[in-house]
């Protein structure tokens, strides 16, 4: 009932400037923290970078100053811009989120407000190589 869709991974080559966005969709009630993580063959999945509905952006200490991240409260979007990107940031990107989806009546007529959960999207590829 909720996805997330990323689109914009490819193949660049170093120093390059790429850009992801990912758009959540289905009966969403409210969404807190949007983020990006990555994975690369053979790693665990790591934090790029995470906002919250505020605006408030954290990001790992390997794209501070290169990447930005960004979001539409109003389309429930998320995006993040890298530039001057490096081989090692070649990798899986995977679109990420918390969402409550809109509250509805059970058969037995009691207003039923489904808890936050986390989501994730099928994740993107981005390759750095010349």
């Known amino acids: 009932q909720v996805q997330l869709v990323e689109s914009g991974g490819g193949l660049v080559q170093p120093g390059a400037s790429l850009s992801l966005s990912c758009a959540a969709s289905g009966s969403i009630f409210s969404i807190s923290a949007m983020g990006w993580y990555r994975q690369a063959p053979g790693n665990q999945r790591e934090l790029v970078a995470r906002i919250t509905s505020s605006g408030t952006a954290n990001y790992a200490d390997s794209v501070k100053g290169r990447f930005t991240i960004s979001r539409d409260n109003a389309k429930n979007t998320v995006d993040l811009q890298m530039n001057s990107l490096k081989p090692e940031d070649t990798a899986v990107y995977y679109c990420?989120?918390?969402?409550?989806?809109?509250?509805?009546?059970?058969?037995?007529?009691?207003?039923?407000?489904?808890?936050?959960?986390?989501?994730w999207g099928q994740g993107t590829q981005v390759t750095v190589s010349s």
């Open positions: 990420n989120a918390d969402i409550s989806q809109r509250p509805y009546y059970s058969s037995s007529g009691y207003l039923l407000r489904p808890p936050l959960r986390n989501y």
